[in-house]
């Protein structure tokens, strides 16, 4: 599986942002699918994720303020960013899992897609 993580760009405080990611190479219709996010000089941290049912959580940071989905005829998983904060600025990575479950730590990933950068300007 093959992930390709699309939609960062620069966006002032309070606004939204839209990233894609599509999955090639491979189905991720029954896997579990995640964003995480890296910022300068931290660890990468869980954001976002949706299990093969659909079923969505959040980071306590962002609930509330940030939506994902996935469309698995189009093999893609969205995250929708709204209200958005300067210490939302990152770079933005998805990834893919076939465990089952709601899954918070990047080592239970095996798939990744190479990053997207989103800055938030205050």
């Known amino acids: 599986v093959q992930l390709q993580a699309s939609g960062g760009g620069l966006v002032q405080a309070g606004g939204s942002l839209r990233l894609s990611c599509k999955a090639s190479e491979g189905t991720v219709s029954r896997y579990t699918l995640a964003w995480f996010r890296q910022a300068p000089g931290k660890e990468r941290e869980f954001v976002a994720g949706?299990?093969?049912?659909?079923?969505?959580y959040y980071a306590d940071s962002v609930k509330g303020r940030f939506t994902c989905s996935r469309s698995n005829a189009k093999n893609t998983v969205y995250l929708q960013m709204n209200s958005l904060k300067p210490e939302d600025t990152a770079v933005y990575y998805c990834?893919?899992?076939?465990?089952?479950?709601?899954?918070?730590?990047?080592?239970?990933?095996?798939?990744w897609g190479q990053g997207t950068l989103v800055t938030v300007s205050s």
């Open positions: 990834a893919a899992t076939s465990r089952i479950g709601s899954t918070y730590v990047p080592n239970e990933y095996y798939y």
């Open positions: 949706v299990r093969w049912d659909s079923g969505t």
